[in-house]
């Protein structure tokens, strides 16, 4: 099948020409980046400014575009990978050169292996100085694009102005075709700075290539699935990026297959339908269960390490998996790789499968393994995390979205929330939580967003209170503070006895809000529900500090004793 994606150039009237002809006055390089991201259909910018990015941000001002400027560069590609995880839609994200553009490696890194849109705009030493040579601009790097080139799916380098709206939007392109992921944009100061007398950019077609799955491939899937005897689904993040969670249900419940999602895929299928086994992918039983089914249908997931209990997860029927990451295809299991769009991809299914009997029984096993589960965790005296999570998850609206840094409630999270949540977890770095939920309150101020820390990983984001209050964003911050980095605690006791390096001082957190004019209260597991119900209900910004000390579940993928 080939996709004509020739389209009629639309003629210009004369007064069109006429304006083309005669382009405003004052515009320079940094004009023709936000006309282009404002054609694209951008409204929304983060950033922070810098010395040779100048061009750009003064030509913000003469744009529709709203732009959220954070205190810290990796919190400014957190808030934009926030963005695109919930929108959908590219994020763009302005740095400058050198120690502005590097420090949102980690950022990049998170919006990499999360497959989220975010199109990275920098600025580069004068093009006087590149070329490898040491001439001493500050900000200079003899390579900049090579720091990035390991981390984003595509790099575009500008060296003229007139480049500038093609590199945007073949950026733009990237970002959008499965699977999504971070690109990079370089553009010199000079370039940017330049009075340009090219015309207004007008509209910009970057329209994402499909990813359509191979017929044949298909075919041999749908004939191994409707003919299966006890098919499992395993649903990961490709399902929710490809608005896919309806197709999936479609699909899970004609061949009456129980489906379990991954921690980056929670929200795919129903969590209460009965044959959901839910998230508990770090569980023997849960594992055991895939296991012996004797079809393995793996949607959007490169079955990684959590997602299969730290590599445990070895499956003795026939895996058939539908991914769009072409790195991801067959890298961890032996399995009937389909490269494609996850949305795509189960339409196919859909159509090609015939019916299965045996949905009473499937729904009986679902029931079984997550009775199985429950059990392990109640014999563990985890009373206190299973509160403080009820609490949250009870205080929280329903069409709320979370962000959840890397501490021990996300982990309990992961595999116990019931429903969407956005957690780090791609990259695992911290302070992913509270700048990640001003970006998605940057995209809809109508209802508030809850982001979840750790003492630890709170320290990384201390400066977007500034942020949070100048821009009146609607965030709750759930900071639970037991002193340190708790899940090394626990990590470094059980391997070693002791610990080292993982024991915090910190700031009163209630009052160091307070200075940022944020207002905060310090709750109790008891108190937990009720305080966080009215910070969240409250307009504007909060922080709630939990004093509590969490342990986390037993593993079950180390070796007994």
């Known amino acids: 099948m080939t996709h004509d994606h020739h389209h009629e150039i639309p003629r210009y009237t004369p007064e069109q020409t006429a304006r083309a002809l005669n382009p405003p006055a004052g515009r320079n390089g940094g004009d023709l980046v936000v006309e282009t991201l404002h054609g694209l259909g951008a409204t929304t910018v983060f950033g922070l400014p810098g010395q040779h990015a100048l061009g750009m941000f003064d030509a913000l001002r003469r744009s529709d575009l ?16 926030a963005y695109g995880r919930v929108t959908g839609e590219v994020a763009p994200l302005l740095l400058s050169t050198g120690p502005g553009a590097l420090t949102s490696l980690a950022a990049l ?46 790099v575009h380098l500008v060296r003229t102005a007139s480049q500038i709206p093609s590199a945007i939007a073949a950026a733009w392109e990237s970002a959008l075709t499965a699977p999504h992921g971070p690109v990079w944009v370089e553009i010199p100061q000079d370039v940017l700075l330049k009075e340009t007398t090219l015309p207004l950019v007008t509209a910009v077609d970057a329209t994402p290539r499909e990813l359509l799955p191979r017929p044949e491939l298909i075919a041999v899937a749908a004939h191994a699935l409707s003919h299966a005897e006890r098919p499992v689904i395993i649903a990961g993040g490709g399902v929710v990026r490809a608005d896919a969670a309806g197709k999936l249900r479609a699909l899970a419940e004609k061949l009456a297959a129980p489906v379990v999602t991954t921690f980056g895929g929670k929200g795919a299928f129903p969590w209460e339908h009965p044959l959901s086994l839910q998230s508990w992918l770090e569980d023997r039983h849960t594992t055991d269960f895939l296991q012996d089914a004797d079809v393995v249908l793996v949607v959007g997931s490169g079955l990684g390490e959590l997602s299969s209990n730290y590599y445990t997860f070895r499956p003795r029927g026939r895996l058939i998996q539908i991914e769009a990451d072409l790195g991801k295809l067959e890298s961890n299991l032996p399995a009937l790789g389909i490269h494609a769009d996850a949305r795509e991809a189960l339409s196919a299914l859909l159509e090609s499968v015939t019916g299965r009997e045996g949905a009473e029984s499937a ?9 199985k589960v429950r059990t392990r965790i109640d014999a563990q005296d985890l009373a206190l995390e299973q509160r403080v999570l009820a609490s949250v998850r009870q205080a929280l609206p329903a069409t ?10 996300a982990y309990w999270a992961w595999s116990a929330w019931p429903g969407p949540m956005h957690s780090g977890q791609g990259a695992g770095g911290l302070g992913y939580g509270f700048p990640a939920a001003l970006g998605a309150a940057a995209a809809d101020r109508t209802k508030p967003v809850l982001a979840v820390s750790g003492d630890g990983g709170a320290m990384y984001s201390i400066a977007e209170l500034a942020t949070a209050r100048q821009y009146d964003l609607p965030v709750t911050w759930l900071i639970v503070d037991d002193g340190g980095y708790g899940i090394l605690r626990e990590y470094m006791t059980d391997a070693f006895g002791e610990t080292t390096g993982t024991e915090l001082a910190r700031p009163d957190f209630v009052a160091l809000a307070e200075s940022f004019s944020v207002p905060a209260v310090r709750t109790t597991p008891e108190a937990l529900r009720e305080d966080l119900s009215k910070a969240l209900a409250a307009p504007g910004p909060s922080v709630v500090v939990l004093p509590a000390l969490l342990k986390l579940f037993a593993p079950t993928h180390l070796p007994v004793e």
């Not at 709203?66 to 990978?81: I, Q, S, T």
């Not at 030493?125 to 003899?142: C, D, K, N, T, V």
């Not at 729904?363 to 009775?371: C, F, G, I, K, S």
């Open 400 to 409: 709320s979205p979370s962000f959840w840094d890397m501490t021990i409630l």
């Open 66 to 81: 709203a732009y959220v400027g954070l205190r810290v560069e990796n919190n400014a590609g957190f808030a934009a990978d």
């Open 109 to 154: 890194q998170e919006a990499a292996a999360a497959s989220s849109p975010v199109l990275a705009i920098s600025s580069q030493i004068p093009s006087a100085g590149l070329g490898g040579g040491r001439h001493g601009y500050l900000h200079e790097l003899r390579d900049q694009q090579a720091s990035f080139r390991d981390i984003v799916k595509s």
């Open 363 to 371: 729904r009986d096993e679902v029931r079984t393994v997550l009775a």
